[in-house]
């Protein structure tokens, strides 16, 4: 995304007069563009057009190298969701099992979502139930706060089950 190509500043604004804003947040109303380019001038800054659509246009004194990187941050300041892994086995023991849905509430009370993985090895392929009964364990103790993005589901030789934090 190219921000300075979307907001004009200094000669490119077209309009004849503008409203105008300095760099201190005070509104010195509407005045000549040719006025405005010479306060911005004198303050060592830049006249960006902050809201083209009105009438007349708004303008602000301002440093526009800083404005672009507000932007941009505000853009890529977005939250992230992560998708932490936790690998359990078709014989798993019962401590063990609850370390990892331990781990697993800790993640989605961090608002992290949790894949549940757990692969065969040689013959466990043979039985697959065994591992849907671990997964059924997992559900039950989980029940209330979290919802199940993707149910538990054998693909090739490993199931695989996606867990979100419930939306509040």
């Known amino acids: 995304m190219n921000i300075s190509k979307d907001i004009r500043v200094n000669e490119g604004i077209r309009s004849k007069e503008v409203r105008l804003i300095d760099d201190e947040g005070k509104q010195l109303g509407v005045v000549p563009i040719a006025e405005a380019l010479k306060i911005a001038r004198e303050r060592d800054f830049d006249l960006v057009e902050v809201s083209p659509n009105s009438v007349p246009p708004v303008c602000r004194v301002m440093d ?32 063990d099992l609850e370390l990892k849905i331990k781990n697993i509430r800790r993640f989605l009370d961090g608002g992290d979502k949790a894949k549940v993985l757990m692969y065969f090895r040689g013959r466990e392929i043979v039985r697959p139930e065994i591992g849907m009964k671990v997964f059924d364990k997992i559900i039950s103790q989980l029940t209330g706060k979290f919802s199940i993005e993707q149910q538990p589901k054998l693909e090739g030789n490993h199931i695989i089950m996606v867990v979100a934090p419930s939306s509040k």
């Open 64 to 95: 526009f190298g800083k404005y672009k990187y507000q932007i941009s941050k505000k853009h890529t300041a977005r939250k992230t969701v992560d998708v932490k892994e936790v690998k359990v086995r078709p014989q798993i023991g019962e401590h």
